[in-house]
């Protein structure tokens, strides 16, 4: 019988919410790997809306639940309708979204605050001893929810990828491991049951982006 995983959106959007291309893999991935899937995403407003074409913020207000609906095909429900229990994993997507609308990270770093739905959703899977999926920037969710943990965003010295030294500093500011990664790596926090990879934080072709983020769902799979 196929693992059910739970799959938490950001919006729509690498500047304002989840990342297209990471969600569009972790889903191809879940189905390859015959997992059954749930889309969630938190009924609150975006942090703000970026026209993607100019790169700069704007004067509207989208919500995140509304926006997610678009990558889901309006298959998605309120996040704090997740059930635990029905579900054997959890995957959150990167892209700024996560860093902006999941948590305050984007524009607060480690001093962030992490949105009250998300971070309880975390812990439950967490106390359940079920397994957690992150990528990209989600990963910092992960080290501001769970002290001492052990997560990657990618390698620190790859001159392609100049966030990755930041965030990862960051990271291990706040207790936590960081350990370097290239894209198509994971890092398996066994402890935790945190999988992680870098997606794109790491400047590298899609599709090495793509069979990373693969890696990280296969982990997942395994553990739950």
């Not at 001492?148 to 990755?164: A, F, I, L, N, Q």
Request: contains cysteine; hydrophobic residues 40%; glycine residues 8%.
């Amino acid at each position: 019988m196929g693992k059910r995983v739970a799959v938490v959106l950001a919006g729509c959007g690498v500047y304002d919410g989840t990342e297209i291309h990471e969600a569009s893999a972790v889903l191809v991935h879940l189905s390859r790997f015959g997992a059954s899937v749930k889309m969630f995403a938190p009924n609150v407003d975006q942090m703000h809306v970026v026209d993607h074409l100019k790169g700069a913020p704007t004067e509207e207000k989208r919500n995140v639940l509304v926006e997610s609906a678009r990558l889901a095909r309006g298959e998605i429900k309120d996040l704090s309708e997740l059930s635990v229990k029905e579900h054997d994993a959890i995957i959150f997507p990167g892209g700024f979204g996560a860093a902006k609308n999941l948590c305050s990270w984007a524009v607060q770093g480690k001093d962030c605050t992490v949105n009250d739905q998300v971070k309880a959703t975390m812990q439950e899977f967490h106390a359940e001893g079920k397994p957690i999926g992150l990528c990209c920037i989600s990963p910092v969710l992960a080290a501001k929810v769970f002290p001492g943990c052990e997560v990657t965003v990618g390698h620190e010295k790859d001159e392609r990828s100049p966030d990755v030294p930041g965030t990862a500093e960051a990271i291990t500011q706040l207790g936590c491991k960081h350990v370097s990664k290239s894209v198509s790596e994971t890092h398996v926090d066994e402890k935790n049951k945190l999988v992680t990879t870098c997606a794109f934080m790491c400047k590298a072709p899609l599709h090495e982006i793509f069979d990373g983020i693969g890696a990280m769902v296969q982990d997942v799979l395994k553990l739950a």
